[in-house]
């Protein structure tokens, strides 16, 4: 946790909540992202996503981690542990500054995401990176 004055920020899950818009805007602009380019993006989540990469790349003290981080993940988006990388890069971006940490919140709460599920043995997620399953007596095989 991280507490200035009465905030109370847990990086950890902001820096999680991050990655998603992230990976999205990565997934489209691939390496191109590190540049600072007008996006007209259809998807509101990559528009996101761009915004976010685009201010944490221009917070004071950037050391590069950050960008070699989201050129490596532009080769596969979809590399669980390249993505795992990005995370830990932005988490700590954000323990170094307190004003990232605002301006992001305030990206995030901008954003409104609504899931539902209905009916019977209905999924409702955001995400799903796993198997999702909704029979009674299915198998699955690896």
């Given at each position: 946790?991280?507490?200035?004055?009465?905030?109370?920020?847990?990086?950890?899950?902001?820096?999680?909540?991050?990655?998603p818009y992230a990976v999205s805007a990565i997934s489209v602009y691939g390496a191109a992202i590190l540049t600072r380019l007008e996006t007209d993006a259809a998807d509101s989540s990559v528009n996101l996503g761009y915004r976010i990469v685009q201010r944490i790349l221009g917070r004071r003290g950037g050391d590069g981690e950050i960008e070699s981080a989201v050129t490596d993940l532009a080769?596969?988006?979809?590399?669980?542990?390249?993505?795992?990388?990005?995370r830990v890069r932005i988490k700590s971006a954000l323990l170094a500054d307190s004003d990232l940490v605002k301006d992001i919140q305030a990206m995030l709460s901008q954003t409104h995401v609504s899931i539902n599920a209905s009916g019977e043995k209905s999924i409702a997620a955001q995400t799903i990176t796993g198997i999702a399953n909704t029979g009674d007596s299915a198998t699955i095989q690896r």
């Open positions: 946790m991280w507490v200035k004055g009465r905030a109370v920020v847990d990086i950890q899950t902001l820096s999680a909540d991050i990655v080769e596969d988006p979809n590399d669980t542990d390249l993505q795992a990388v990005l």
